[in-house]
Each structure stands twice: as C-alpha cells, then as structure tokens.
C-alpha cells in the first residue's frame, strides 16, 4: 500500500519548534513533535505544510524537507494543489472549526488529525463532527495521553476489577479547558466511553490566563455523572490539591491514583480495601507523556489515528469520545453562567467563559508583570 500523503496546517514557530525550552503558553509549536510521528510511521509520508506566516511555513519545509513547491500560506490552494489523504491541524483552537470543515468539504481528504482542544464554543464542536460524519471523513483529536504508559496500567488494572467496580473520579489540573480536556477524556476511557448526563460547576476568572489564543478559568469546581451512574469531580486551578493526583478512581473495592502528589514517588498505586495500604505499581517510564518528557505518546496517538484509517475502524481518538470530553467542559461553564445544574445534550452554541468575559460579567485583570 502506497503510504498515506500527509499535509500539516499550522506549523508554529521555528524558534521554539526546534528548542522547546523557548515554548509559552502562546505558542507550543507542537507540529514540530506531530511532524517527526510521520517521518518515522511506515505508512505516512509528510508532503506538504500550510500556515498564515511564511516564515513559520518555510522554516517547518526546510526541517522536515518538504519541497519548496509545496509550502503553502493558504491551506486552501494546498488542499487544491496536493490533494492530501491526510490533514494535521496544529493550529490554535478557535481557528480548528473551520480549517476542518473546509478540509473535510473541500479538500477531499480520508482524515483530519486535529490537536486538542475540539474547538472554542460547543456549536463549532458539533459543526466540525457533523460534516466530517456526512462526508465520511475520520475526524481524530490529538488526546494523546490515552496511550501513556501509567494511562494504560491504571486502565488494566480497572478492567481487571483491581477496586472492583468504578463509582467516581477525580482529576485536578491547571483549568478545564486546554489541560482539562486531557483529563476529562482520560475520564472517558476510564468509563468506557460511558455518554454524561450532566454536570454542575462554579468557577472563579480573576486574573487574565489565555492559553493558545483562549480563556481559562483559574480555578473551577465541577461535579457530573455518566449514564452509567458513575460520577465525576474536577478541582481545578488552586483547588487541585485537594485531589493532589492527575486522577483518583474510587471503586466498590478500592482506589487507585495516577500521578498522585505529581508523580514523584509513584506514577500508579493502589489502596485496595483487603491490602494494609498503598501499594506502587510501575507505571512505566515515560511519564504523562509531557513537553517535560519529550512527548513521547505523540507517535502513538498519530499511529492510532493513521491505522484506524487503514483498517476501517472507529478510532479511540474519535471526535464522539471527544465531544463527551468537549460537552462537559461548556456544560461546567455553562453551569457557572446559568447557576444551576446543566442536563445534557447541551443546547448552547457559544462558550460561555467567553460570552461572560465579553459581557463584562467576569473581568480578568492582566497577570502582574
Ligand atoms: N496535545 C498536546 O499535548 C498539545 C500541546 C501543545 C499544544 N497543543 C495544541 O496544539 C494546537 C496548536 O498550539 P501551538 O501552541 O503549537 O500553537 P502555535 O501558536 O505554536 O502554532 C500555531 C501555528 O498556526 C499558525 N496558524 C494560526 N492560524 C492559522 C490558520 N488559520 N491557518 C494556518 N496556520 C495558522 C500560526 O501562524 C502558528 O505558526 C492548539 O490547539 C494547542 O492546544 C496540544
């Protein structure tokens, strides 16, 4: 089989691109670890890049030798010209919206790999999944910490009922959007995919914290249930350590942490209600899978995409695990918006965080210098 054709849109910066120690929270350049994945899987080949500045366009074609001819400032006249099987999105999310659609409407392409997160308002969520379900395009979001190494211990040890049956999870991060749909979507594959069914939500915005072009929250506390009866907890911002692990799954049996305290002393361990207390478990190597630590589940989350294309089959990056993650991150803020509990399907279209900072309800001041 003649190997996949891979165009990039969105290159970033070539300065923190080829030193990550020079990344901010403006700017990761994260097609710079997507672009290496290509190189290396037998079956994709990167032929082409798109992106607004030259520079960054050049600058990417030169590192990963993509021919001059085709380097592109218009994704559009790169869909039109190379015609690409596969399309990487590593741009900011307000802007995934509608590069998917037009990749998914125009381009002709089989798939559209898009980094996290989904989008910038639930209605862009639904829009980018609707068009690519109608057209027969595999839509996957780069959620690539479901292929870390402790992620895939914890969830072995879960389906092999090591606490007994889920009740509850825990997560605590930085805010619920741009980490927080990494762990919400590690929530999903911990509940087998199980569909919320609502969630409700305070949060707290303060001081102006922009993540790649978007709002997020400082600190935020939510609580919702899956259809399956199984609830979830989110402690966001300063009120993370209240949960101090990435996350904390509570059974009929026992718990288990991932990452507890950060990860310093064990990346899994395990309190089962017959044991005498916490036992590690090896968690592997490579961390949460991090800029920290090289981002070394980038491939694999890039190898899950691309074979699940080849063999025809649902991908468990797919955009319906990761409207579950997308609809209770709106739902929590449309909770602090409505001041009430939110029952799912969520009908908003906007993102509430940004509707609110637009109406003046919630003023973020400038972080100090
Ligand atoms: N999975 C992860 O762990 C992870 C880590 C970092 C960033 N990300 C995500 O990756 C995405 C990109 O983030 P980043 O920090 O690398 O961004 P970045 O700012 O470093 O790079 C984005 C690039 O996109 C270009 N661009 C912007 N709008 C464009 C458009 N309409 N068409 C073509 N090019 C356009 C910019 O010029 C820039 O070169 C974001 O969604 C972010 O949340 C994910």
Redesign the pocket.
Known sequence: MAPFRVAM?????PD?GRDPSQVTQ??????YRHAPCYRELADTELVAC????PD?AAAFAEMFEIGPANVYTD?RIMLAEVRPDVVDI????S??A??VVDCALDGGVAAIHC???MATTWGDCRRMDDVCRRRGVQLTF???RRFATPVLTVKRLLDDGTIGALERMEIGASALF?YGT?SIDLCGLFADEAIPEWVIAQIDYRTENI??GAHNENQAFAQWQYDTGVYGMAAMGMGAGMVDAHHRLIGTEGIIELAPGGGANALVRVNRDDTAGWEAIDGGDGGMG??SNG?PYMIRSIEEAITALAEDRPSQLSAKHALNASELIFGAYESARRRARVDFPLTIEDNPLEAMVAAGELNPLPPEA
């Open positions: 849109i969105g290159t970033g910066a923190r403006s700017g990761f350049s994260v097609a798109a992106d607004i500045d960054h994704h590593c741009t900011p999310a802007t995934h509608d590069l980094e996290k997160p780069n959620h690539q741009s990494h993540y790649s991090g800029l981002y």
